[in-house]
Nanobody
Framework: QVQLVESGGGLVQAGGSLRLSCAAS????????MAWYRQNPGKQRELVAS???????YYPLSVKGRFTISRDNAKNAVYLEMNSLKSEDTAVYYC????????WGQGTQVTVSS
């Protein structure tokens, strides 16, 4: 059973920073893509950062310049560094891995207070 486990969420003031972690139960190099998504109640899950096996990254304009995705192959972990947080960044953040199959973590809540 492949597992992705997120951690690092919490409450932070606007302008602050958080670092989310995603621990995988197998080598993250098994995944072609690792990504972070976020979702609020009643809204679609949206992509906030992706990282390919080859090292290519993608960020939507809403987070570009503020969020950074990275990985530690030795620790089988993926991270999301979030800076200059805004109230609209409040959401449940999910780790996603796409290989032969796709997997989601259980999510971690990020709340940005203004």
């Amino acid at each position: 059973q492949v597992q992705l486990v997120e951690s690092g969420g919490g409450l932070v003031q606007a302008g602050g920073s958080l670092r989310l972690s995603c621990a995988a139960s197998l080598s993250i190099l098994s995944f072609n893509i690792m990504a972070w998504y976020r979702q609020n109640p009643g809204k679609q899950r949206e992509l906030v950062a992706s990282l390919s096996k080859g090292g290519n990254t993608y960020y939507p304009l809403s987070v570009k310049g503020r969020f950074t995705i990275s990985r530690d192959n030795a620790k089988n972990a993926v991270y999301l560094e979030m800076n200059s947080l805004k109230s609209e960044d409040t959401a449940v953040y999910y780790c996603y891995g796409m290989g032969a199959l796709s997997y989601w973590g259980q999510g971690t809540q990020v709340t940005v207070s203004s």
